[in-house]
């Protein structure tokens, strides 16, 4: 499967954004699908992910109540709603895709989109 996200951009504190990754190739339906992002200097951390059937599977304690992880396999897309944006939220955001494997383990994910950039200015 392939992935591309989109929707990143420069956001003020508070202010929201929705994240898109569109899939082709394999049967997108079939994967698990995640959301992980990574700052400048930083290690890739993970931020949200979903089952197959569309059960949440959880989110970093970071974005709890904040971010909410959805997908709508007739578009075979995925999205990422980010409500409350911090400064810390910054990042490069990436989806992620898998059929099998710990959802927060990045080496889990086998298909990777290329990143969005998030910016939140103060």
């Known amino acids: 499967v392939q992935l591309q996200a989109s929707g990143g951009g420069l956001v003020q504190t508070g202010d929201f954004r929705r994240l898109s990754c569109s899939a082709s190739?394999?049967?997108?339906?079939?994967?698990?699908v995640g959301w992980f992002r990574q700052a400048p200097g930083k290690e890739r951390e993970f931020v949200a992910a979903m089952r197959y059937s569309g059960e949440t599977i959880g989110y970093a304690d970071s974005v709890k109540g904040r971010f909410a992880i959805s997908r709508d396999n007739t578009k075979n897309t995925m999205y990422l709603q980010m409500d409350s944006l911090k400064p810390e939220d910054a990042a490069v955001y990436y989806c992620a895709a898998q059929l099998a494997g710990s959802p927060e383990v990045v080496g889990h994910w086998g298909y990777w989109g290329q990143g969005t950039q998030v910016t939140v200015s103060s």
């Open positions: 190739g394999r049967a997108f339906r079939n994967y698990s």
